[in-house]
């Protein structure tokens, strides 16, 4: 079950990001702030 603890890690991780990266988008298109928030 163990076997890979670093690939589940980072893949927890992208999907996380993913999700925060998505509702930050969302909320700053919501507000009208979609082009202050150049990446």
């Known amino acids: 079950?163990?076997?890979y603890p670093v690939?589940?890690?980072i893949?927890?991780?992208i999907l996380i990001g993913m999700v925060f990266f998505a509702v930050?988008?969302?909320l700053s298109l919501l507000?009208?702030?979609g082009r202050s928030l150049t990446l």
Request: charged letters at 25%.
């Open 7 to 9: 690939i589940f890690g």
């Open 1 to 3: 079950m163990r076997k």
């Open 11 to 13: 893949c927890l991780l």
């Open 24 to 26: 930050v988008y969302g």
């Open 31 to 33: 507000k009208g702030e």
